[in-house]
């Protein structure tokens, strides 16, 4: 919008400026004029270029940035499904979750169908087939963090800030409770030194191609979710995370 007035400012003023050009400058002093005119059309065309492009690198910068918040946010989220497989529930401690993944052990199962006989009354027994689980031995959690950086990944990138870690209980079905989890951070701190217009927007984006809302953020403490809030191509490569 600021774009379109600027350009509908622009082509009102140039209008103007040639007819009192041509009422009552001097034939003489219509060179200095058309010095005086080029040089503001220069600086209208810088602007209004300058204009275009800035919505446009900030998309490209704030998907940048967001990338490697993302990929923070997917170490924590990976750490939790880690935490849960052992002890059944999350964690909101943030210490505990980096000791679990340096010293946690994940139980290695075989199922097998095996066959019982089943006391059915009256002496009669009859052969019928259940699974069985057996534990037969034990895995490194920390063998799925190898090269990650799963010791600062409570740090969002690019700032002095830490993910808001918490956790909490969900009514899944009637009378059955499970846990839930969410790790976020705002917007704000982020995007930092970026177009503070451009930047009011992203806060209230609610498209589908965008993070919608405030934070970026992964699971919920309203539903049974361990996704993000970002679109799907975050997680197909095609957000660039380091600068060009």
Known sequence: MNLLLMILVAVVVAFLLAVLVVKFVPLKMRWLVSILLLGATVFLVY??????MEPIK??????????????????????EVKYKEVYGTYTN?????????????LALTETKNIEVEEDRGGGIKVKVSKKQVD????????????????????????????????????E???????????????????????NPSLIKAELEAIESD???????S?????????????????DKGEAIAKED
């Open 172 to 194: 899944k079905v009637a009378g059955l409770e499970v846990p839930v989890f969410e790790a976020k951070v705002s917007k704000k701190p982020i995007l930092t030194g970026m």
């Open 218 to 234: 992964v699971g919920s403490l309203n539903e049974v979710t361990t996704g993000g809030n970002w679109p799907p191509f975050y």
């Open 93 to 105: 401690s943030k210490d505990s979750l980096v000791k679990f993944v340096e010293n946690g052990k």
């Open 135 to 170: 534990t037969i031995g034990y895995e490194p959690v920390l063998k799925y963090f190898e090269g990650k950086d799963y010791k600062n990944m409570f740090s969002v990138p690019g700032t002095d800030k830490q993910f808001e870690l918490a956790t909490g209980r969900v």
């Open 47 to 52: 602007k209004i270029y300058g204009g275009i």
């Open 58 to 79: 900030f998309n490209k910068d704030k998907k940048v940035r967001y990338a490697k918040v993302i990929e923070n946010l997917k170490l924590i989220r990976d750490a």
């Open 210 to 216: 965008q993070i919608k809302g405030e934070f970026v």
